[in-house]
């Protein structure tokens, strides 16, 4: 059978299209998808969330946030202590999501979104409702600080927001 160049320009472009689509998230966890589906499911939602917890080890943070701007080391007398900063880090009283372009922060509110700009949302006359998406103003009233990690034996042992 013979596939002509259109054809075949349309199916790479499909795969590169899709591909794409996944979130860099999504695509860490399955990089390391043995060492994830190895976790409780507590540990699996936070990872999912882009959250970490007490007791992480670098994989399992890279998973959740992704690399980090800049990390230090330094020997102590208790041995080898890691810190990993993530900057530009967006952050509320219940949870915590790493804000960059590519990922930007998932602010739950309750509610129809009334904006006729969002993508599939409501007119400011309708009373459809659609899922929450987060825009700008939404992000407005929410602190942005520096996440700091300190690892300590290959886990997180101190988490701090600057």
């Not at 599939?120 to 929450?132: D, E, H, Y």
């Amino acid at each position: 059978m013979k596939i002509s160049i259109g054809t075949a320009a349309v199916v790479v472009l499909a795969t590169i299209f899709a591909a794409g689509c996944q979130s860099r998230r999504t695509a860490r966890i399955q990089e390391n998808g043995a060492l994830f589906q190895g976790l409780d499911s507590f540990s699996q939602q936070l990872i999912q969330n882009g959250l970490v917890n007490y007791g992480f080890t670098p994989e399992l943070v890279y998973m959740a946030l992704g690399k980090p701007n800049r990390v230090a080391a330094a020997e102590t007398a208790q041995g080898r202590v890691e810190t990993w900063t993530y900057k530009n880090f967006l952050y509320t009283n219940s949870a915590a999501a790493k804000f960059g372009v590519n990922n930007p922060g998932t602010k739950q509110q309750p509610g129809p979104i009334l904006s006729s700009s969002a993508p599939g949302g409501p007119s400011l006359t309708s009373t459809k409702t659609s899922p929450v998406q987060p825009t700008v103003s939404d992000m407005s009233d929410t602190p942005i600080a520096t996440l700091v990690l300190e690892l300590h034996g290959g886990r997180v042992v101190a988490i701090r927001l600057e």
